[in-house]
């Protein structure tokens, strides 16, 4: 079977993984390498009933005594060693000789005519946020001629920096220094940017998108940004002017102006973005009061002390708490001007901010067809049930997980830009729970799995005068959650014995006493 | 405008000049006096460090009568009652005093002539019983008199220094720089050391030789019976001036039959002890200097008189640079032997056996009752008052509980006792727990009167600052009590000179009976020339002439004038090793500790240097018994336990266990050593076997180890065990356990109340066992946790520095947890105790080129003031440079 072309090494066989195929790129050709124990069979990557290059992410198995690989979009069978479809006799994928020789995965090159240069293909992407942009960042490193390039943002005005809204919201900062991606930054780079104008339908036959303001666009690939919406609380009053949510520009924009003659201010919501939103005001003069709806701050990211922490720190700057407390309803004549809390009591409030989470935007996909739960639902290149659609963000659900934060984001868009590039070997296999946040000044680090009783014990460190605060929880030595207050330099070094599992026993002392070990040295 | 007091210090028996320096502000200092023959200005690290051991703290200031503060008026009549009643009823016998070396002559003399010749019994004894009656034994036996033949100046002069069961370096640390200088002046000096035990003295030693413990008679036997062989007899000399020496040499000759049987009786390599025997054979200046190794046993006397029989079989005594010397230690332990203060001696080194010395005593006494036979020696008098022969005790600055072996016993006796009265300077201590009266006397600063040194030096010890409360001087006590016991004569001194004129007139008595002492030339002083008095050295004859040093003309105090060889026959120490006590517990002194710590804790930095008690032995030993280094063990012995740390220094030779004496109850949980040494006492001298008692090591299990820094003293938990080491701004506090009283947040709160406003910072591993927290008020630390498994420990020195802070240094208080900076190095155990400088720094000076001790010094201060860590500086630079 060999002997004719070129032999190239492409991966040792470990890199993949029993019955799961991989791709490569040979002289221009996508093959995927399928793995079944210890046999490798090469194939064409291209699925013909889809027209997707998804063959290697086929499951391969053993059907009817024939070794097959059945493609992931339409789960037709094609046999390894022959290409042959079993279902439609008439189509047959291409196939190359291959081995595996000292564990190395080789593949030899046919002599063949070069594929045709593709002219520049076109993307379309949907959003023109903070998770749109890092992925068109990286792409253009990855390939700056791949794509011609379109997008379509809603809010009338560049990509801007979310996380400094808070900042933004207290003065601290302007609107110019937010701006990540000024308007002049796309013309330069050749994109075409419509603000202002969000997508209102796909058409995924067709591969074309349509704006509101009626501009339809052709795609070879599209990338999805949809983001998130805030929840809506759906109490009596929720439509009153001086009730604000918190998430964008526009929101920061009418908070202030409402702020300008208001004395008290309700967060309602607890979280992050809640905490910010106080801190923000507190900032701006008015009496914040903070609802939350259980009975500690941030309960997703810390555990009941280190929430005491933030709690007393925010307080000390006057910033109020009604916890485990649930709203029923804003009250006021053509304002604003009461939170009526389910207990009875009632709180007075010329502004009233609603940061009680977010749910990824998926209306669009939903309308396309595209599978979604939660959020739009991807696999590890973040491509979703179409080939030709990938999805970044806030909006997406990747192995049954949706990100509110920004870390998250960044891997996905480096994953995603790659496959775009079509140099896609790189996996997103979701992002440990690991945050590190600031919230209103205080740094604060959440990783892993803290709530867990299930044999974790735990190490703490507690300088309340100092406003420092650690816990690290373990399971047989073996890092499992952390939560730091007011001091979160060793977070890296927890974010990677969490990830790896590595046995702490030795340095169980100096995890939260010592530093982090120098980079290269074995934790 | 500074006032200076020229006075002495009272710690060993070097009895360095002092000068205390008392500031306007009322500060004072101290240093060396660089005019006093015994230290010239020098002085070691515990009397650099006497300031610091000032203050009216923890100070017994009032009388107390069954736990009832009284005035002097009702404490010195319930006194004088109850012993009166006691006399009444049971008889002079009944009572006992029981007093201490670093009493003043003249406390020491009155208390000796109120019982001896006024209640009419000798049941009085001293401390010094433990520490040197021995060589007064060995002196007397030999040459018809207590008298030490040699002094200071002839160290200089020597060309071989023998050291016997001396740790001269830490014990009398003046006089081995003395030494020192000497040898770096004259590298012909040769220094020979006689120790089991590697120490700082022998690292110092051309020579040492590690004798199995308690075999020295037979080393000398050997030595006695080789020069002889030798041709190394004075014969004319021995002829002319000595007797016995056949009766010597034939005992000797019958176990030291030659260098191969002295070896192998001694366990020493044969090679050793021909080149030791060689150097002694062919040096004519040669002091043989001796101490507790030597006294603290059961052949203690035999031990002092072989040493002796070789320097009169080669005549070398009476002579420059020459003699066997006792050094003692205690400060006045030979001003309490010159005015009688052992139960078996009369004042004026007068013997209590002899009729004509009594009816002498008693004439010049004019006294109404004396005492006709020797009294309870120390150990014999606790054993009196355990068995209820004796029914009242007057313990007078010292603490038995703890310095006596067998202590358990000490304690049940006292606890039985019906009237115990104790005098001391401060508040508690183990033996005060049993005092039915108490008596506030003065303390060092305060006090006036003499002290004799070593090498019979008398220094005045002068008062620089006002008694505290209601303290009184001894001597002011005793007489009190007398006049009230009715005995108004003897006892109407106006002050410390006109009892010191009674001693140096009484010394007239010795020049009549044939005696060396002799301070006529010194009596009849006025009160202001007896505090002017310049430092003397005895015999001061009345005539002006200053005399020869005592035997320089080969004329003994014995009736014949002649000195005696005594036969020493070769007995080991009483108790040998058995199965089930395999080792051999050895006691001592550590560098900068004193007695039982009274005193001495008071000075932080004398406290670094060991904080806590510990049992140093061979590593195989620890080993077979389990224990590991740092671990808590046992030493158990028939008589009782002592807990301590365990540490292999690796200057312990197999077989046998190093405990330091100094910890009592008030420092540490049953780390007092005297409970566990037999209460075996030599047949002459009724001195103790303290060096030599059958023992095993036990291991402690304990779940939990750890230590408190705190700035106030901390009440200890209910632990296995635990160690308290006071200092200035840092007190210390060891323990170890097992069970649930482990000390957590809930103990600290309650060991160190009014630290309810603190903040906390707190470190907590349930799986391990780790707790740590630290107290910090308005950002000063005040105290810091730690406890956790051994190993887990982190280093205290760093921890402690940081209480010397005002504020924490943030970059400090986020590495306190952890117990050390990351980016620094932990000090390490204190080492130079002038100038606070730990080994670990010292390692890394050496490390970084200083190749020498003075180039240690010259960068790091450390070892440049006192000179006492010169030895353990010499062992760093050694073992750094390996």
Known sequence: ?523 | MKTTTRTTCPYCGVGCGVLAETAADGRIEVRGDPEHPANRGRLCSKGSALAATLGSGNRLLQPEVDGIKVDWETALASVAGRLRACMDKHGPDSVALYVSGQLLTEDYYVANKLMKGYIGTANIDTNSRLCMSSAVSGHVRAFGEDVVPVEYSDLDQADLLVLVGSNLAWCHPVLMQRVQAMRAQRPEMRLVVIDPRRTATSEAADLHLPLRSGSDVMLFNGLLVWLAEQGCIDAAYVAAHTSGMEDALGVARAASTDIAATSQVCGLDAALVERFFAMFAATSRVVTMFSQGVNQSSVGADKVNSIINCHLLTGRIGRAGMGPFSITGQPNAMGGREVGGLSTQLAAHLSLDNAAHREAVQQFWQSPAMAHRPGYKAVELFEAIDDGRVKAVWIIATNPVVSLPDADVVRRALSRCPLVIVSDCVDANDTLEFAHIKLPATGWAEKDGTVTNSDRHISRQRAFLPAPGLARPDWWIICQVAQRLGFTTGFNFDGPAAVFDELARITGLSRRFGMCLDLQGISGLSAQQYDALAVSQWPVPASTTRPDRPFSDGQFSTPDRRARFVPAAARGPRHAPTAEYPLILNTGRIRDQWHTMTRTARAAALNAHEPEPYADANAADLATAGVAPGELLRVVTRWGAALARARASGDIPAGMIFMPIHWSEQFARESRVGAAVNPVVDPHSGEPEFKHTPARIEAVPVEWQGFLLSRQRATPPDALWWAHSPGDSVHRLEFAGRGAMRPDAMWLKGALPGLERADWIEFDDAVTGTYRAALLLDGRLEACLMVGARRSLPGRTWLASLFAQPTLDPADRRCLLLGRRLDGIDPGQTVCACFGVGANTIRLAIAAGCATVDAVGKKLKAGTNCGSCRPEITKLVAATRA
């Open chain 1, 1 to 523: 079977m060999s002997g004719q072309g070129k032999r190239h090494f492409v991966c040792v066989l470990d890199d993949i993984l029993d019955g799961g195929g991989v791709a490569a790129l040979v002289d221009g050709e996508q093959v995927a390498l399928v793995r079944v124990g210890e046999e490798i069979f090469a194939l064409e990557n291209r699925d013909p009933f889809s027209g997707a290059n998804v063959i290697s992410r086929g499951l391969a198995g053993d059907l009817q005594g024939q070794l097959v690989v059945a493609s992931p979009v339409y789960k037709q069978h094609f046999n390894l060693r022959n290409g042959r479809c079993l279902e439609d006799e008439s189509v047959t994928l291409r196939t190359w000789p291959c081995g595996v020789l000292d564990g190395r995965v080789w593949i030899e090159a046919l002599p063949q005519a070069a594929t045709s240069t593709r002219g520049k293909r076109r993307l379309v992407v949907i959003g023109n946020g903070m998770a749109a942009m890092r992925t068109i960042e990286e792409l253009l490193t990855d390939a700056p001629d791949a794509y011609d390039i379109t997008i379509f943002g809603a809010e009338p005005r560049g990509n801007y920096n979310r996380i400094m809204l808070s900042p933004l919201l207290a003065g601290e900062t302007d609107r110019e220094q937010l701006m990540l991606h000024p308007l002049h930054w796309y013309s330069e780079r050749g994109i075409t940017l419509h603000v202002g104008d969000p997508v209102v339908s796909i058409d995924r036959r067709q591969k074309r998108v349509i704006s509101a303001a009626g501009v339809a666009v052709t795609y070879d690939r599209l990338l999805l940004a949809t983001g998130s919406d805030p929840v809506r609380l759906k109490v009596a009053g929720h439509d009153l002017p001086g009730v604000f949510y918190f998430r964008n520009l526009d929101d920061v924009d009418g908070m202030q102006k409402q702020a300008a003659d208001a004395q008290r201010a309700v967060v309602i919501g607890g979280g992050l973005l809640g905490l910010e939103a106080a801190s923000g005001l507190r900032k701006l003069g008015l009496e914040v009061t903070v609802v939350h709806i259980r009975d500690r701050v941030m309960d997703k990211q810390l555990d009941d002390e280190a929430a005491g922490y933030l709690r007393a720190s925010m307080e000390a700057r006057g910033i109020a708490f009604r916890l485990a407390a649930n709203t029923s309803a804003f009250t006021g004549a053509g304002r604003v001007r009461q939170v009526q809390l389910d207990d009875g009591t009632s709180l007075d409030a010329e502004l009233v901010v609603v940061a009680a989470g977010i749910t990824p935007r998926t209306e669009l996909a939903r309308s396309c067809g595209l599978h979604c739960d939660r959020g739009i639902l991807v696999d590890d290149t973040l491509q979703t049930f179409d080939p030709a659609i990938y999805a970044v963000g806030e909006c997406v659900q990747h192995r049954g997980a949706t990100y509110g934060l920004v870390a998250p984001l960044w891997e996905q868009a480096r994953v995603c830009a790659a496959h775009l590039a079509e140099r896609g070997v790189t996996r997103y296999r979701g992002s440990s729970p690991a945050s590190q946040l600031k919230v209103s000044g205080i740094d604060l680090f959440s990783a892993g799995q803290h709530a867990s009783n299930d044999g974790t014990d735990s190490i703490r460190y507690a300088d309340r005068a100092a406003g420092v605060y650690k816990r690290l929880w373990l399971k047989d030595n073996r890092l499992q959650a952390a939560v730091l207050f007011g001091d979160t330099r060793n977070a890296g070094w927890y974010a990677e014995l969490i990830e790896h599992q590595r046995d702490v026993s030795t340095v169980r002392e100096m995890l939260l006493l010592g530093e982090a070990p120098v980079a290269g040295s074995a934790a």
